[in-house]
């Protein structure tokens, strides 16, 4: 499975971003995905996920009621729609994904992954 994410940017705090991962090389109906994100410095951290065949979501508590994670079966494309960026928002942000009926919230149970995409909210 190949994935590119895209959508990064610098914007300023209380602004919007989405981002896109694109997924290709498989059907996706038992499949899920995720977002994680680096921030400079820390450790990379989960954001949001979503089953593809179901469209369930999972998402992190500090993105809860800001971040949407959604999926375009058609384009084979997963977006994060970002609202009311922060500055500790900033980082790399990786999409992920593997084969599975059950959303993970760990990096270690992702099996495909694509390039990072950096996202910069400026205070």
């Known amino acids: 499975v190949q994935l590119q994410a895209s959508g990064g940017g610098l914007v300023q705090a209380g602004g919007s971003l989405r981002l896109s991962c694109a997924a290709s090389?498989?059907?996706?109906?038992?499949?899920?995905m995720g977002w994680f994100r680096q921030p400079p410095g820390k450790e990379r951290e989960f954001v949001a996920a979503?089953?593809?065949?179901?469209?369930?979501?999972s998402y992190a508590d500090s993105v809860k009621g800001r971040f949407t994670v959604s999926r375009d079966n058609a384009k084979n494309t997963m977006y994060l729609q970002m609202n009311s960026l922060k500055a500790e928002d900033t980082a790399v942000y990786y999409c992920?994904?593997?084969?599975?009926?059950?959303?993970?919230?760990?990096?270690?149970?992702?099996?495909?992954w694509g390039q990072g995409t950096l996202v910069t909210v400026s205070s």
């Open positions: 090389g498989r059907t996706f109906s038992n499949y899920y």
């Open positions: 992920a994904g593997r084969a599975g009926s059950a959303i993970r919230r760990y990096d270690y149970d992702y099996w495909d």
């Open positions: 979503i089953f593809w065949g179901g469209g369930i979501t």
